[in-house]
């Protein structure tokens, strides 16, 4: 069964740094792009960033650029993000997905985990 | 402010037809197919309910339906179902600054 598992959600103070981690499973890893989207408490959903299948492909939303970074280990199956220079406005559940599109992006997204919370407070 | 514009909310009784609109500004839906929908309910992941405009996975219900006219794309459920009730996203490719753009999300009530 395709399964992806984010984990590293906490909370962290304002300035300081986090990484999640999106673990994959049932599916060939090294063939798909991942995304990051997030979402804000009682809020829409938000792109943040996607990663192509051999890691040579790296995008982000503009809210992040520069502050965060995706890469990705595909013998362990798994996808990060590290995230710097929080700001309370990271405040949201964090979501890994995969792009259905296989090597090739297509910005559309087939299978979601189930999310990590990330709370940047003072 | 979301880069895609849906309606707030709307509502229809079971059995109805309804019909989500999402509004682009110029260089995403009217210049690109990524357009995609997605259903979220309270508490859940997001699920992928229509790609490439018009596509729809398998095990998605042919309840479910897109279509693209310009800068406007539009999901229709049809024969609405009380477990219908949730929020759906439209999504599209963009040349502006972000390269995914979400709409702000639309609540659907099913009365």
């Known amino acids: 069964q395709v399964h992806l598992v984010e984990s590293g959600g906490g909370v962290v103070h304002p300035g300081r740094s986090l990484r999640l981690a999106c673990s994959a499973s049932?599916?060939?890893?090294?063939?798909?792009?991942i995304h990051w989207v997030r979402q804000a408490p009682g809020k829409g959903l938000e792109w943040v960033t996607v990663?192509?299948?051999?890691?040579?492909?790296?995008f982000y939303g503009d809210s992040v650029k520069g502050r965060f970074t995706i890469s990705r280990d595909n013998p362990k199956n798994t996808v990060y993000l590290e995230m710097s220079s929080l700001r309370v406005e990271d405040t949201a559940v964090y979501y890994c997905?995969?792009?259905?599109?296989?090597?090739?992006?297509?910005?559309?997204?087939?299978?979601w985990g189930e999310g990590t919370t990330v709370t940047v407070s003072s | 402010q979301s880069a895609l514009t849906q309606p707030a909310s709307v509502s229809g009784s079971p059995g109805q037809s309804i019909t989500i609109s999402c509004t682009g500004t110029g260089g995403d839906i009217a210049t690109y197919n990524y357009v995609s929908w997605y259903q979220q309910h309270p508490g859940k992941a997001p699920k992928l309910l229509i790609f490439d405009v018009t596509k729809r996975p398998s095990g998605v219900f042919s309840r479910f339906s897109g279509s693209k006219s310009g800068n406007t794309a539009s999901l229709t459920i049809s024969g609405l179902q009380i477990e219908d009730e949730a929020d759906y996203y439209c999504?599209?490719?963009?040349?502006?600054?972000?390269?995914?753009?979400f709409g702000g999300g639309t609540r659907l009530t099913v009365l």
């Open positions: 049932g599916f060939t890893f090294s063939s798909y792009g």
């Open positions: 999504t599209s490719y963009t040349r502006g600054g972000s390269l995914v753009v």
């Open positions: 997905s995969r792009d259905g599109g296989g090597a090739i992006l297509e910005y559309h997204m087939d299978v």
């Open positions: 990663i192509g299948y051999d890691g040579s492909e790296k």
